[in-house]
Every structure is written in structure tokens, then in C-alpha cells.
């Protein structure tokens, strides 16, 4: 079955820096749309980056320029650099995977940017 497992996500200082990995499984990652999302407490699940399968990247206006989605079909994996973090950026990151019409969600990673 598709299993998407995230990793990455930790407490950073404003202005620095981590890279979110999401391994993927049970389908061809290489014909699959990923992204991200991320929730933060009490707001909605909003979109942060998005990767087709042709390498075409999207970007939320508030991340544009500080982070980077990349893919690595050999890997089956997805990243998002994030770099020049805020506080506002704090939230629950969530991989997901478009696949055959049917969208599949990882079980996110935790991202706290505080001094």
C-alpha cells in the first residue's frame, strides 16, 4: 500500500535552517505529484510547495525564495528546503502524493521555529 513517512522536522532558531525528507512507497513515485503542506494550531492545512512530475514547482507566496521543493526519483523520496525560518513558520508539515486521482497524506513532522 502507499506509505509516505517523513522525517526531518525539529525545534531551529529564527533564521536558520532544515531539510524535510518524505519517503515514499507503494506506488511510482516518478509519475506522482507531491507537495507539502503544514497546520498550524488553529488554523487550516495550507499549501507550501507543490512538485509535478515534470519538475514544475510551486510555491506558497509566504515561503517563495526561502524554501525549495526537490524530488529524488531514485530515492522515491521528496525534500523542502527551508531556509530563513520564522516563528510563523511553525506548524505540523505534511507530505502528500497525487497518484491516479486519489491523494495520500503522510503522517507529518513537527516544525518549531523559536529562541
Known amino acids: 500500500q502507499v506509505q509516505l513517512v517523513e522525517s526531518g522536522g525539529g525545534l531551529v532558531q529564527p533564521g536558520g535552517s532544515l531539510r524535510l525528507s518524505c519517503a515514499a512507497s507503494g506506488f511510482i513515485f516518478s509519475r506522482a505529484g507531491m507537495g507539502w503542506y503544514r497546520q498550524a494550531p488553529g488554523q487550516q492545512r495550507e499549501l507550501v510547495a507543490e512538485?509535478?512530475?515534470?519538475?514544475?514547482?510551486n510555491y506558497a507566496g509566504s515561503v517563495k525564495g526561502r524554501f525549495t521543493i526537490s524530488r529524488g526519483d531514485i530515492q522515491n523520496t521528496v525534500y523542502l528546503q527551508m531556509n530563513s525560518l520564522k516563528p510563523e513558520d511553525t506548524a505540523v508539515y505534511y507530505c502528500?502524493?497525487?497518484?491516479?486521482?486519489?491523494?495520500?497524506w503522510g503522517q507529518g513532522t513537527q516544525v518549531t521555529v523559536s529562541s
Open positions: 512538485i509535478t512530475s515534470y519538475d514544475t514547482t
Open positions: 502528500y502524493a497525487d497518484r491516479v486521482s486519489n491523494r495520500y
